[in-house]
């Protein structure tokens, strides 16, 4: 027994939310508990309770939580009145991480990318990528594909597939077409030679595109995981046309499928990429677009924003840096750890019949159904295991535990899982013979 669920009869107040914040409030709904504390892959209530997080805040918590090497180098720097927000002037923060981004990441990759600083979410990294796509290339209309999430801004959003998500919008979302995804029509219909066909056809009806934005892994989307092959052939088309290519690596990114890029040793590279979740390392708003040199044709402020870097985030994605990806112990561990999840996870699913989905440490099983999965997913909280679902009609149960997860308590954590979807398949059985 790894978990201490809380002790019953005790539920804190909740009150205050439903009398004060808004309805839009989402994960708390799942997990309604008052969390105070967390380290490394643990999360505690203020019952006593305490969860193995196996969400990582959506994949921004890749480390683990408040991982001391970087919670200790952001204290420093607080002690020492580093400075704490400099709209985008040059700071010693911001010269430490693009110095060692530059050594660390770009140069041993062979990339020549230069960096900008977005606003500090994830979306308004994919919104100055999809704005200067355009600007660049003087066209209009983006691809994307079935199932992709890029953000809830307005030009994200229309990147994005998902309806409900999209139905948020209250205005048209135009200028993207929405193309199918590796696989969408199953493992018999190549979709790159689809897009290729529609793209050489001027009868098709879809314009020429300014971009081709794509996950390598759709984490939203319900863990798709495009093969190398369709990448590269997407790749081929955007240049054949004169799009660029952007790969949006904001959750796929970071080490979760093992490299830091999603798309390392894959035989292309992308125009532009984004970045953003575990880029700070600490789940500190920082995201950026990275940009080749000749597409970089910005003028000064054209794209502005006040938090544009955030420095305390500069600072532990520095120290996060330096402390995982000098060498290469980590991808290798991430690699090893993600064949492991990919194999218990194939057990699992295999005495259901279901599915599994995904790529290194981002993966899941399809379960059919996005109520069953619900069900799962409760009892999975109620047995102190925090773990959400994906995927069009949230069928997908998604397991994105921290990448430095011990193996015995990922192990530890599947088991819960298992014995959940045991059980929940077990009433489901009960159900339906009555
Ligand atoms: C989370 C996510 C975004 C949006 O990031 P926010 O920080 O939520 O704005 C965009 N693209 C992908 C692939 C994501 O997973």
């Excluded at 390392?264 to 390392?281: R, W, Y």
């Amino acid at each position: 027994m790894i978990m201490t669920p809380e002790p019953s009869g005790s539920l804190p107040d909740r009150t205050l939310y439903e009398r004060r914040e808004s309805q839009v409030r989402s994960y708390a709904r799942s997990m309604p508990r008052q969390f105070g504390r967390a380290e490394g892959v643990w999360m505690h209530d203020d019952q006593g309770g305490r969860y193995l997080d196996f969400l990582s805040g959506c994949s921004t918590l890749n480390y683990g939580h408040n991982h001391p090497i970087l919670k200790q180098a952001l204290l420093d720097y607080i002690a020492a009145d580093g400075i704490a927000h400099g709209l985008d002037l040059h700071t010693d923060a911001k010269r430490d991480f693009l110095d060692t981004f530059e050594t660390l990441i770009l140069k041993p990759r062979g990339l020549d990318h230069r960096v900008m600083f977005t606003g500090p979410t994830g979306t308004n990294a994919v919104e100055a990528a999809i704005k200067l796509a355009r600007k660049v290339t003087g066209r209009e209309m983006v691809i994307a594909f079935t199932n992709g999430f890029h953000g809830m801004t307005l030009g994200a959003l229309a990147c994005t597939g998902n309806a409900t998500k999209r139905g948020g919008a209250g205005v048209p979302l135009s200028h993207v077409a929405h193309e199918p995804y590796d696989g969408y029509y199953g493992p018999e219909v190549d979709t790159a030679d689809l897009l290729e066909q529609r793209l050489a056809d001027p009868s098709s009806g879809l314009d020429a595109p300014a971009a081709i934005l794509v996950e390598t892994v759709q984490g939203e989307g319900g863990l798709n995981a495009a093969s190398p092959a369709w990448l590269r052939r997407i790749a081929k088309i955007a240049k054949a046309h004169g799009a660029l290519l952007i790969v949006d690596d904001i959750q796929a990114g970071c080490g979760r499928t093992g490299g830091f890029f999603s798309f390392e040793d894959m035989g292309f590279v992308p125009d532009i990429v984004t970045l953003a979740k575990s880029l700070s390392g600490m789940g500190l708003p920082f995201a950026l677009t990275l940009l080749r040199p000749e597409v970089d044709q910005w003028s000064p402020g054209e794209h502005n924003g006040t938090f544009r870097g955030n420095n305390h985030a500069f600072v532990t994605a520095t120290a996060a840096l330096r402390h995982f990806w000098s060498t290469d112990e980590f991808r290798r561990d991430v690699d090893r750890r993600g064949a492991l999840l990919a194999s218990r996870l194939a057990s699992i699913a295999a005495d259901h019949g279901f599915e599994t989905r995904g790529r290194g440490m981002m993966r899941g099983i399809n379960v059919g159904s996005g109520e069953l999965a619900a069900t799962v997913t409760a009892a999975c909280f109620d047995a102190g295991l925090i773990i959400e679902t994906s995927g069009a009609h949230d069928e997908v149960i998604k397991v994105l535990a921290p990448l430095v997860i011990d193996d015995a308590v990922l192990g530890a954590g599947l088991d819960i899982l298992e014995a959940e979807i045991r059980r929940a398949m077990a009433a489901d059985y009960a159900v339906a013979a009555e």
